[in-house]
């Protein structure tokens, strides 16, 4: 196919993608491949006081949305944590908050390869002035896009799901 009909065929369907994703309640599109599909589904089950500890709470949660390294990690971390005890990680990444709260999420696909993606999900907390941005670390699994890490930072300070897990003492 003559490099014109290419680009003249992907320009069209990135402004169709634009347009659609304009009539969604979330500025990404939400299909079928998106890596940025699960994040939205996470942030409309999140929105208000609710938080997103949903993701990750029960086995069937993490596999869910989890790819299978993160949730071998996680699910280790669980069995080292004595009875009683918190699990990991100690606080809400969904929402990077002891105390969640998610208003006017924002959703973006920052990067992208074939089979791996990084997705920043931006919202307001409870102090209205600021949005808090939490990145995804996506990876394409079995057809899929699932969550291979979760990054953010907390008083300047980076975190990453992947290594609080793996260091858990419990």
Aim: a positive charge; aromatic letters at 8%.
């Amino acid at each position: 196919m003559p490099e014109e009909i290419v680009k003249a065929l992907l320009d069209r369907r990135a402004f169709l993608t634009a347009c659609a994703a304009a009539l969604l309640p979330f500025p990404a599109l939400a299909a079928a491949g998106d890596p940025a599909a699960p994040i939205i589904a996470i942030y409309k089950r999140a929105l208000g006081d609710r938080g997103g500890n949903f993701v990750f709470q029960t086995r069937a949660d993490r596999a869910r949305y989890f790819s299978h390294e993160l949730r071998t990690l996680w699910n280790k971390a669980d069995a080292r944590t004595a009875k009683g005890d918190q699990n990991p990680p100690g606080f809400d990444p969904i929402t990077n908050s002891q105390d969640p709260m998610v208003k006017d999420p924002r959703v973006e696909v920052k990067e992208r390869s074939r089979n791996t993606a990084l997705v920043a999900a931006s919202f307001i907390g409870w102090d209205d002035a600021a949005r808090t941005t939490v990145l995804y670390a996506m990876r394409r699994s079995r057809g899929r896009w699932v969550i291979d890490d979760i990054r953010g930072t907390t008083d300047g300070t980076q975190w990453s799901i992947k290594k609080i897990v793996h260091d858990w003492q419990g």
